[in-house]
């Protein structure tokens, strides 16, 4: 049996309509901006192997947050963390694996508008972002 050579109106009228809905649907932003400004500590940072920090300067005295690890860092983990920011609209340009400028520009601007400004990644940011478990 031959396929019709037009398509029944109601269906294209529907197909618009998804394709219309989808067009002007918000991309998705997560859960919102869950500041990172308590993650920032005062005082001595912790000096033990297994936990790495990151610190900034904050008028005129350091302050220092749990960071991810540079181990942490291959390429598929890079990978995951561009696609991640991407999905964010932090990152621009085609995940490749490399930690490079861009991802760490992206990491600057996803944890600057969290109240963060810097470009090592948080900890805390690689939990919101779902690339390391949740331990607390």
């Known amino acids: 049996m031959p396929l019709p050579k ?7 009228l ?7 809905a989808c067009v002007q ?6 859960p919102g901006r869950q500041s990172l400004a308590a993650e920032l500590h005062r005082g ?5 192997p297994e936990h790495c920090i990151g610190a900034l300067q904050d008028n005129g005295s350091y302050r220092w947050f ?3 690890c540079p181990e942490f860092f291959t390429q598929d983990m890079n990978f995951m963390l ?7 609209g932090d ?9 490079d400028a861009k991802t760490q520009a992206a990491i600057l601007a996803y944890q600057s508008a969290r109240g963060l400004p810097s470009p090592t ?3 805390r940011a690689a939990q919101q972002m779902g690339l390391i478990p949740w331990l607390d």
């Open 6 to 12: 037009t398509r029944p109106p109601v269906l294209c």
């Open 14 to 20: 529907a197909v618009a309509a998804l394709l219309a």
């Open 25 to 30: 649907a918000p991309s998705a932003q997560g």
């Open 44 to 48: 001595t940072a912790p000096e033990t």
């Open 66 to 68: 749990s960071a991810v």
């Open 82 to 88: 561009q696609r991640a920011l991407a999905a964010r």
């Open 91 to 99: 990152y621009t340009g085609i995940p490749d694996g490399r930690f």
């Open 121 to 123: 990644l948080a900890a």
